[in-house]
């Protein structure tokens, strides 16, 4: 199962990669949740109607490491951008049935209160 889990976020990566939504959309649970420091707690339609953007920007992306234990993972991955910035986030994913049923990003959010507070962008 482990080795499976690694394949479903290996490919959705490479799905992210192609810009291919149909491909992301598939590999996401219909329960899906996304959280960032930019959003919290967003459905899988929000995710796309506020989240999903042309990935062609993204030049390439280097899996730095995956821990996957049962159905939950790390990742951190560096991104870099057809126009030359990068970043670095890590990811923790939660799966089921062979999808990808929530992601939590980590690059900095600040909170308050028990709610993260908005990042410029």
């Not at 291919?20 to 959280?35: G, I, P």
């Amino acid at each position: 199962m482990p080795d499976d889990n690694e394949r479903v976020i290996r490919n959705l990566f490479d799905a992210y990669l192609a810009n291919d939504r149909q491909r992301v959309s598939d590999a996401l649970a219909d329960d899906f949740r996304f959280t960032s420091p930019f959003d919290d707690d967003l459905d899988k339609a929000s995710y796309f109607a506020r989240c999903w953007k042309d990935t062609g920007w993204i030049a390439r992306h280097e899996i730095e490491r995956i821990f996957v234990r049962g159905d939950e993972a790390f990742v951190t991955y560096h991104c870099l951008a057809r126009d030359g910035r990068s970043f670095r986030n890590t990811e923790f994913f939660t799966l089921a049935g062979g999808k990808v049923r929530r992601i939590d990003v980590y690059f900095g959010a600040a909170r308050q209160d028990g709610r993260f507070l908005p990042q410029p962008r």
